[in-house]
């Protein structure tokens, strides 16, 4: 169960700085879906606004790495931080945007071999090579 309120499209609509971010969300989407994780936000109208402007900067606007790849790293992270919320949402998303069973459980394997890596070399405090140092 949320901690804050969920608007609803009724409530959204009453209020047009909400409104607003809600249709640009359903224009760059191409859809009428608005998820829980905007509806907690329009609790706070500037949060929702500039992490919506963040968002598109960050994972929709063309950049180096390609969409796949901003969401299988934005999964991996979410695995990190334990956020069950961004594991689902960015998943569905990666599926949209062609990662398929096989390629999930690659890609799953890498972070679980990544986690128990990273916490040998933690346990460990393994110093870093010489080699591996920038500048």
Known sequence: ????????????????????????????????????????????????????ASIKEVMIEPGTLDPLTKELIYIAVSTVNSCPYCIHSHTAAARTKGLSDEQHAEFLAVVGMAAETNNLANAMQIPVDKEFLVG
Not at 3 to 11: A, G, H, I, S
Not at 20 to 43: E, G, Q, S, Y
């Open 1 to 52: 169960m949320a901690t804050v309120k969920l608007w609803t499209d009724d409530e959204i609509n009453k209020v047009p700085e909400l409104k607003a971010v809600f249709d640009d969300i359903r224009a760059v989407r191409k859809t009428d879906f608005v998820n829980n994780f905007w509806r907690a936000l329009a609790n706070q109208p500037a949060l929702l606004q500039r992490t919506w």
